[in-house]
């Protein structure tokens, strides 16, 4: 028995609507986060506190704001990169135009 090329579409787009459904319904559902995200802000600005720690494994990926020149050759200037965030990240924007006029 085959299956009609027409059953598989229905299929696929009856499977994307439910998806869509469930987003929609996620939506409404964390539409009311806006109150604790206001009232992390706040923390923050209370706190002075850097950016977000996206990796935790290299400091230059930690905070990328405080990065420095030399920290992703800390091992030596031909070194490979070894924390696999360094290749997901790039370098922040004043150590890429540092030199430059």
Known sequence: MTVRKSTV???FVAAEL???I???VHAFIVG???SRLAE???????LSL???ALFTDARY???????DLHSPFQDYPLSFEHFPSGSLMAPPP???TYGRH
């Open 50 to 52: 850097t950016d977000l």
């Open 18 to 20: 439910l998806v869509l």
């Open 32 to 34: 009311g986060r806006e």
């Open 40 to 46: 992390q802000r706040a923390m923050v600005k209370r």
């Open 94 to 96: 004043h150590v890429r």
């Open 22 to 24: 469930a987003i929609v």
């Open 61 to 67: 990926t930690r905070h990328p704001s405080m990065a």
């Open 9 to 11: 579409f229905i299929a």
